[in-house]
Antibody, heavy 120, light 108 residues
Framework: QVQLQESGPGLVQPSHTLSLTCAVSGDSVSRGNYYWSWIRQPAGKGLEWIGRIFPTGNTRYKASLYSRVAMSVDTSKNHVSLEMRSVTAADTAVYYC????????????WGPGALVTVSS | SYVLTQPPSVSVAPGKTAKISCGGK??????VHWYQQRPGQAPVLVVYDDSDRPSGMSERFSGSNSGSAATLTISRVEAGDEADYYCLLWDVSSDEWVFGGGTKLTVL
């Protein structure tokens, strides 16, 4: 069974960088039929896709977040990472990582999520 | 950018059938996926590729997609089905994934 687990600081200061890691177990991040995405959800609001990364390291980000986001994949540690620069209170949310099925482009497994609060 | 529209809320009595719509331009030509999210939990896939169910998902959950709307149908609704439901698709023109705004299903 595939399991994903997000981790990182729960509190980030405004204008600083948010950094999260998604540890993958039960699968390899470099397996070709799947890739990886990050999604976030502010409290009481809907889901927002942030970006995706292929096992090769090729990335695609939501246009409105493009200038602040970076994703990476570490095959030796079997995890994927998210960085978001210059955060504001509007970036306060639960952040999820999810596995993407390449053939149908749906997210089949999700992590439990990590709450990140942006505050001084 | 592509927009998916869902009704904010749907109410249904136990044992009845709930239908949740997801509208978008030419959505019938796209592959739509559906997620259930209970409070405080991560989303769970209930239908993918318009009408396929993941392994182990109840047959009470089904999906369809044609014209200008995709629909998630929940048959014989149970109290445990009360949750938020989101539709999702990949927009080929922008190479981005788009979520609907979510529908809160209330079991009366």
């Amino acid at each position: 069974q595939v399991q994903l687990q997000e981790s990182g600081p729960g509190l980030v200061q405004p204008s600083h960088t948010l950094s999260l890691t998604c540890a993958v177990s039960g699968d390899s991040v470099s397996r070709g039929n799947y890739y990886w995405s990050w999604i976030r959800q502010p409290a009481g609001k809907g889901l927002e896709w942030i970006g995706r990364i292929f096992p090769t390291g090729n990335t695609r980000y939501k246009a409105s977040l493009y200038s602040r986001v970076a994703m990476s994949v570490d095959t030796s540690k079997n995890h994927v990472s998210l960085e978001m620069r210059s955060v504001t209170a509007a970036d306060t949310a639960v952040y999820y990582c999810a596995r993407v099925v390449a053939a149908t482009r749906h997210f089949d497994f999700w992590g439990p999520g990590a709450l990140v609060t942006v505050s001084s | 950018s592509y927009v998916l529209t869902q009704p904010p809320s749907v109410s249904v009595a136990p044992g009845k059938t709930a239908k949740i719509s997801c509208g978008g331009k030419n959505i019938g030509t796209k592959s739509v996926h559906w997620y259930q999210q209970r409070p405080g939990q991560a989303p769970v896939l209930v239908v993918y590729d318009d009408s396929d169910r993941p392994s182990g998902m109840s047959e009470r959950f089904s999906g369809s997609n044609s014209g200008s709307a995709a629909t998630l149908t929940i048959s014989r609704v149970e109290a445990g089905d009360e949750a938020d439901y989101y539709c999702l698709l990949w927009d080929v023109s922008s190479d981005e994934w788009v979520f609907g705004g979510g529908t809160k299903l209330t079991v009366l």
